[in-house]
C-alpha cells in the first residue's frame, strides 16, 4: 500500500466511540461470535467483527466507507452473544451515529445535532423562528371565538389564499426542502466514498438513473416497508411491533399533509371554502386521528424496548437515541392534545399545545438528516449499494 493510502488510526475518533456508547470496544478479543451470531451478516464480508477491531485501531476512513455499519438494523442479538461484554450493537449505534455528523450538510448543524447539551439551542431555533412568524401574523393575541387553528397565523388574506396557510407553508416548506437537499449531499458523500471502496476500474458500467431505481433502490425500498430484515433478529424481535406502527403513521401522515396542502394550498386558491381545516369526519382527518395513535404507540413500544435493552445490557442512554424517542412522542402527544383541548373548548392549552407541536414538528423535519430517524434513509442507499456491488455493473476483479 502506498504512503498515500495508508489509514491513519483517529485519536479523536476513538474516544468520541468510548463517551458515545461505545466504551467496551477494547474488551474485543475477535472470537467472531458476533458475526456469526448476527442474522443480516452475510458470508463475504461479515460483520460486526471486522468493525470492533476497526473501531479499537481508530479506522474512521474505513468504518465511515463501510456500508455494512448502516446495514446493521441494532437487533442487539451479537451484544448478547458476546462472551467478552464488547457491545457490537452500541459499537455500531455510535458509528452510524458518528456518520450522519461526518456526511451532515451543513457541517454546523449537523454537529449541533450531535450532542445532548445542545437540546436547549435545538428547541430555541424553532421556538424563535414560529414564534416570531406568529408574533408578526398578528401581535401577542390568540385568535378571538371558536378555537380554530387555521386561524392562528391570522385570519387574512394574501395572494388570494388565507394568511395563515402562507405563513404555514413559509416555516415547513423551505425546512422539508432544506432536509431533502441535506440528505442528498450527505447520501451522496457515503456513496462516494463506498463506490470508492470498490476496485479500481470495476465500476466503470454506470447504471442510468432508471435501472439504478428498478434494480436497486426500489427492492431495497420495498425489504424496509415489509420489515423484512427486522423480522431476522432474534433478541430484540419485539422492536418491529413498535416500528411497523410508526411507519404506518409516518406514511399517513405524510399523505395527510400532502392531501391537506393540494386541498388548501391549489384548490383552495380557486374555491374558497376548502380553506377550512378538515372536518372530524372527514376520511383524511380520521386517517390522521388513527396514525396520531399509531405514532403514539409506536413509539411507546420503543421507548419500553430501548429502557429494557438499556437495563439488560447494562448500556448508557445516548441522546442518539433517546433524541429520537423524544421528538416522535412529542409530536404525537402534542398533535392529540391540541386537538383535546379544542374539543374541551380550552383555548389557551389548545393554542399553546397547537404551537409546541409545530416546534416539534419543525424539529422532526430540520434534524432528521443528522439523527437518529436518518438511519431510514442512509441505511435504504446503503441496502441498494450492497445489491449494486454485486450487482452485474461492477466488475469482479478482485476475485
Ligand atoms: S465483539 Fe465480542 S463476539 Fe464479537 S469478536 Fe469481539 S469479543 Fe467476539
Ligand atoms: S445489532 Fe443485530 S444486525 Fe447489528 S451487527 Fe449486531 S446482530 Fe447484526
Known amino acids: 500500500m502506498s504512503e498515500g493510502n495508508k489509514i491513519q488510526p483517529d485519536i479523536e475518533f476513538i474516544k468520541y466511540l468510548k463517551n458515545a456508547g461505545g466504551d467496551t470496544v477494547k474488551r474485543c478479543y475477535q472470537c467472531a461470535t458476533c458475526s456469526v451470531a448476527c442474522p443480516l451478516s452475510g458470508d463475504e464480508k461479515p460483520?460486526?467483527?471486522?468493525?470492533?477491531?476497526?473501531?479499537?485501531?481508530?479506522?474512521k476512513d474505513k468504518l465511515m466507507t463501510d456500508p455494512d455499519i448502516m446495514l446493521?438494523?441494532?437487533?442487539?442479538?451479537?451484544?448478547t452473544n458476546c462472551p467478552r461484554g464488547a457491545k457490537p450493537a452500541e459499537t455500531l449505534g455510535a458509528i452510524r451515529a458518528y456518520a450522519y455528523?461526518?456526511?451532515?450538510?451543513?457541517?454546523?448543524?449537523?454537529?449541533?445535532?450531535?450532542?445532548?447539551?445542545?437540546l436547549p439551542i435545538m428547541i430555541?431555533?424553532?421556538t424563535v423562528i414560529i414564534g416570531v412568524i406568529w408574533f408578526l401574523s398578528g401581535g401577542m393575541r390568540l385568535p378571538e371565538?371558536?378555537?380554530?387553528?387555521?386561524?392562528?397565523?391570522?385570519?387574512?388574506?394574501?395572494?388570494?389564499?388565507?394568511?395563515?396557510v402562507l405563513l404555514i407553508d413559509l416555516i415547513f416548506v423551505p425546512a422539508f426542502v432544506f432536509a431533502i437537499y441535506a440528505f442528498y449531499r450527505g447520501i451522496s458523500n457515503m456513496w462516494r466514498g463506498m463506490a470508492a471502496q470498490l476496485p479500481p476500474g470495476s465500476s466503470e458500467f454506470r447504471p442510468s438513473v432508471t435501472q439504478f431505481v428498478s434494480q436497486f433502490l426500489w427492492p431495497s425500498v420495498k425489504e424496509i416497508l415489509a420489515h423484512n430484515r427486522f423480522n431476522e433478529c432474534g433478541t430484540n424481535r419485539n422492536r418491529v411491533n413498535g416500528h411497523?406502527?410508526?411507519?404506518?403513521?409516518?406514511?399517513?401522515l405524510f399523505a395527510v399533509t400532502i392531501y391537506a396542502m393540494i386541498r388548501k394550498d391549489v384548490v383552495g386558491y380557486f374555491v374558497e371554502g376548502l380553506h377550512v381545516p378538515l372536518a372530524m369526519t372527514d376520511p383524511f382527518?380520521?386517517?390522521a386521528n388513527i396514525a396520531g395513535i399509531a405514532l403514539i404507540v409506536g413509539v411507546g413500544i420503543l421507548w419500553a424496548n430501548r429502557s429494557r435493552t438499556e437495563r439488560e445490557n447494562n448500556s448508557s442512554p445516548t441522546f442518539y437515541d433517546w433524541y429520537l424517542i423524544g421528538v416522535i412522542m412529542a409530536v404525537g402527544v402534542t398533535g392529540m392534545a391540541a386537538q383535546f383541548f379544542r374539543l374541551g373548548d380550552m383555548a389557551f392549552m389548545a393554542y399553546l399545545f397547537y404551537f409546541i407541536h409545530l416546534v416539534s414538528v419543525f424539529m422532526l423535519f430540520l434534524y432528521t438528516p443528522y439523527t437518529k430517524l436518518a438511519h431510514m434513509f442512509y441505511r435504504t442507499f446503503a441496502m441498494a449499494f450492497e445489491k449494486y456491488r454485486v450487482s452485474g455493473y461492477v466488475g469482479r476483479q478482485d476475485q
Not at 107 to 117: D, I, M, P, R, V
Not at 145 to 164: A, K
Open 47 to 59: 460483520f460486526p467483527r471486522k468493525e470492533m477491531i476497526w473501531s479499537q485501531w481508530g479506522l
Open 72 to 79: 446493521c438494523h441494532q437487533c442487539g442479538d451479537c451484544t
Open 101 to 118: 455528523n461526518y456526511y451532515g450538510f451543513p457541517q454546523g448543524l449537523a454537529k449541533l445535532c450531535s450532542e445532548g447539551k445542545n
Open 124 to 126: 430555541l431555533i424553532p
Open 145 to 164: 371565538g371558536e378555537i380554530n387553528f387555521g386561524y392562528f397565523f391570522g385570519d387574512g388574506y394574501y395572494l388570494g389564499l388565507p394568511q395563515n
Open 244 to 252: 411497523l406502527p410508526l411507519l404506518f403513521a409516518f406514511i399517513a
Open 285 to 287: 382527518k380520521i386517517l
